[in-house]
């Protein structure tokens, strides 16, 4: 994979001079064994979180572990390697995995209709505001919402509350409901116009829920066992799950929030894990998984390998560089908060990093590098360049990115600018 990923970046100009590429010494070497059990000590240490543990593969080989605090604070239960956590948003690219197997076998192309496939979301309006009556005012689609928008948050859909007319429509058509099946979300979600036209901008909302709803409509089967059948057990991903059977639950890591007063507030369990310890009709692809990881461990490293691990294929490999190249148009330039993850685009249901920090407060990463998070904080990524898979667990809301940074840098050191002198 490093050649292919290599010569893409050379030849789409993303390498810049200065910029440290494949390196024969590993990059977890001792000294970053050092400062990575010096950070994740730390955040528990000061109270950021209760527990936090991390595992790291570097060409195949495991080179780092450990686990830091509690993932029961109030029980004194410690986190450990096979704690289960609320990965959230990192349910994503396993679902986006999914639907490209079935882009595997030709069922369909990126540039396609949304609609050739669920008719539920043809002839969509398209939000303009409100008019002095407080009724929505709505144009035409420009053009169809594309898969291809559905797998880079272009399509237009969100879920912000504080849309005039919009948001409350949103509301009232309760789309996400968890006794919804993907079917009943589809048409539910079709009903409401579109935020914005497709591709105008990127907004980050439902499209991923939207792809587990394609998945099932394309394969004629239920998209939990589609994605059970095809990613998940081929890859001995038995622990990554939507419930969580009672026999299992003592593994299961609480939830955690910062009070005002900057304090740790350890949730109710029966509040955290209301989805996970019951069968709701609704499996979103967007959220909604639990895992260990080890098991997210092996989803990272099969896709280091060009989609294969341990003789299970589950994607081609053009089709992993395909998901792992930035598939968003400089002219987007409207990307919420995308930005803040550092100098990134946007794949396949991955960010994707295009160019090097550029300052020492940015995240710190390898070009050519692919990764997602979770809300409670839980984060991994895949370097191609240096065979480096990351997987990083703690259970803290709201969404605190400066651990992200941290753990980054505990991994390949501080941030170092190039500024071209000599």
Do not use: C
């Not at 579109?194 to 990127?202: D, G, H, T, V, Y």
């Amino acid at each position: 994979m490093k050649r292919t990923f290599l010569s893409i970046l050379m030849i789409t100009g993303f390498i810049s001079a200065g910029i440290s590429q494949v390196n024969s010494d590993n990059v977890v070497q001792e000294a970053a064994k050092t400062r990575l059990d010096s950070t994740l000590q730390s955040f528990v240490k000061n109270g950021e979180v209760a527990g936090a543990s991390a595992l790291i593969y570097e060409k195949g080989k495991e080179v780092y572990f450990n686990a830091f605090g509690y993932a029961d604070l109030a029980n004194k239960v410690p986190m450990k390697r096979n704690t289960l956590v609320q990965i959230y948003s990192m349910t994503k690219p396993i679902t986006g995995t999914a639907l490209m197997t079935l882009y595997d076998e030709g069922k369909f192309q990126l540039d396609d209709p949304l609609e050739k496939y669920a008719p539920e979301f043809a002839n969509m309006k398209v939000y303009q505001g409100v008019d002095s009556d407080g009724e929505m005012i709505l144009e035409p689609l420009n053009r169809p919402i594309t898969i291809r928008d559905i797998t880079r948050h272009t399509a237009g859909f969100s879920t912000r509350d504080d849309i005039p007319g919009y948001s409350e429509a949103l509301k009232e058509a309760d789309p996400f409901n968890w006794e919804n099946t993907l079917p009943q979300m589809a048409e539910k979600l079709g009903s409401v116009p579109l935020w914005f036209q497709p591709e105008a901008k990127w907004e980050y909302g439902p499209s991923v829920d939207v792809q587990a709803f394609l998945v099932e409509r394309i394969s004629g089967q239920p998209y939990q066992e589609y994605v059970r059948e095809h990613v998940l057990d081929p890859l001995k991903m038995t622990d990554t799950r939507y419930v969580v059977p009672e026999d299992d639950r003592y593994r299961m890591s609480s939830a955690y929030r910062k009070t005002e007063m900057g304090e740790l507030n350890q949730s109710p369990n029966e509040e955290a894990h209301a989805f996970n310890y019951k069968k709701w009709p609704l499996t979103p692809g967007g959220w909604g998984l639990t895992s260990t990881l080890d098991d997210y461990m092996r989803f990272a490293r099969m896709l280091v390998n060009e989609g294969n691990l341990e003789g299970a294929e589950i994607l081609e490999p053009e089709t992993v560089e395909l998901m792992s190249t930035n598939h968003l148009d400089e002219n987007i330039t409207e990307r919420s908060w995308l930005p803040s993850k550092g100098q990134v685009g946007f794949g396949i249901d991955f960010a994707v990093r295009l160019r090097a920090p550029a300052s020492v407060e940015e995240n710190n990463g390898i070009v050519g590098e692919f990764f997602w998070d979770g809300a409670a904080s839980t984060l991994f990524w895949v370097d191609p360049v240096n065979e480096l898979t990351a997987v990083f667990f703690v259970q803290i809301f709201p969404y605190n990115g400066s651990l992200h940074k941290r753990f980054r840098d505990a991994v390949y050191g501080p941030v170092q600018i190039n500024t071209g002198s000599e």
